[in-house]
């Protein structure tokens, strides 16, 4: 099971850091994608590096926790998708509403995935 490696900057090369961090990232999502998944009855609180947030997990919550600008933006992407593309949009949008910065976002999204699937919270 591929785990994210977590941003540390004493790196000797930071840059490296960042990628390795990326690519576990991805092999996480990845990993996800390849396991059947329960139902999610609402959004998932989770704790990451410290703090606690609330992630939305399914089209609707995630629509609801957009502001009401994004809204329209967002059914129409969801509208216009490909069955395959559905989980990766909705990951998108998800991200919008996850305060921080791009690769904590992503931390958090993962690990409440990760949380939403069973599979622990040692990610992040």
């Given at each position: 099971m591929a785990e994210p490696v977590p941003y540390t900057p004493d790196l000797e090369d930071e840059e490296e850091a960042v990628v390795?961090?990326?690519r576990a990232q991805q092999a996480g999502f990845a990993e996800l994608d390849r396991e059947p998944r329960p139902d999610v009855p609402g959004p998932v609180t989770v704790d990451v590096h410290g703090e606690r947030f609330?992630?939305?997990?399914?089209?609707?919550?995630?629509?609801?926790?957009?502001?009401?600008?994004?809204?329209?933006?967002?059914?129409?992407?969801?509208?216009?998708?490909?069955?395959?593309?559905?989980?990766?949009?909705?990951?998108?949008?998800?991200?919008?509403v996850i305060p921080g910065d791009e690769?904590?976002?992503?931390?958090?999204?993962?690990?409440?995935?990760?949380?939403?699937?069973?599979?622990?919270?040692?990610?992040?």
């Open positions: 390795q961090r990326i609330v992630v939305p997990l399914t089209v609707g919550d995630v629509r609801a926790a957009l502001s009401a600008e994004l809204r329209p933006l967002f059914d129409g992407e969801i509208a216009a998708a490909a069955p395959a593309t559905v989980g990766p949009l909705v990951r998108k949008w998800a991200l919008e690769l904590d976002r992503v931390d958090v999204l993962l690990r409440a995935e990760r949380q939403a699937a069973g599979l622990g919270t040692a990610a992040a």
